[in-house]
């Protein structure tokens, strides 16, 4: 069953060797992430899992020790999602940047709690298939804790990737209201179609989810909610 959940923006830009110069933009996300982080560690779960979007190349699942890198962005930093298990060789696909971003955060916060594995989702994943997904998820452990990686919408201003659109406002209001009070219903209904014109990366992530918490009686809190860059971010932690 689903111990806790925190929710964590994914750009890269999160991680201050990325953003060089800008990094001090994102402090406050960083900040919020750490607690959502300590709310997983508080739960004491037998089984942590990374979960964001990826591309057709970097879906399903991904061991523990998996690697990532950012040298895509021209910083020669490595990480890996947790640590190889004693025996095994080290697992050579190379995460997608959500995951590493994800695989950054725990490194950060110097985890240890619970053996970490990770889970690349299309972002095309219809939403009944995105459930099916959270509760096998749910199921593979007595206590199972999620790190959901996401983005909000990326037009929230004429500047963001996606330029401007007036609906992106209300979307990402929408979806920090249903993270903040972990409505499973409401994640579960976010349109699909809308969030892929908002270019919002996090859709699928969320009903995930969504489909892991249902049952476990978990409530959320909004640690924080902001758009930066014309992109939604938002950072949850559910216990």
Same mark, same amino acid.
């Given at each position: 069953m689903l111990a806790a959940a925190a929710v964590c923006p994914c750009p890269p830009l999160l991680v201050p060797e990325v953003a060089a110069g800008a990094a001090p933009e994102l402090d406050p996300a960083r900040a919020a992430c750490v607690d959502a982080l300590g709310v997983l560690a508080a739960a004491r779960p037998d089984l942590l899992i990374v979960v964001g979007p990826a591309g057709p190349g970097a879906r399903g699942p991904f061991p523990a020790g998996s690697p990532g890198s950012f040298a895509g962005f021209? $910083? %020669? @930093?490595? $990480?890996?999602l947790g640590e190889v298990p004693a025996g095994s060789s080290a697992p050579a696909r190379p995460l997608p940047e959500s995951l590493a971003v994800g695989a950054w955060l725990l490194a950060r916060a110097r985890w240890a709690g619970a053996p970490v594995e990770g889970l690349g989702v299309g972002e095309p994943l219809a939403a009944d298939r995105c459930a099916q997904a959270g509760r096998d998820l749910a199921g593979r452990a007595d206590r199972v804790a999620l790190l959901v990686m996401g983005d909000g919408s990326a037009c929230r201003t004429v500047k963001a990737p996606g330029y401007l659109d007036e609906r992106a406002i209300d979307f990402d209001t929408a979806v920090a209201r249903a993270l903040g009070g972990a409505d499973l219903a409401a994640l579960g209904a976010l %349109? !699909?179609? @809308?969030?892929? !014109? @908002?270019k919002a990366a996090g859709r699928a992530p969320w009903q995930v989810l969504a489909g892991a918490a249902q049952g476990a009686g978990l409530g959320g809190q909004l640690l924080y909610e902001e758009a930066p860059y014309g992109v939604g971010y938002a950072v949850a932690a559910w216990s």
């Open positions: 021209g $910083v %020669d @930093l490595t $990480v890996r %349109d !699909e179609s @809308l969030a892929y !014109e @908002l």
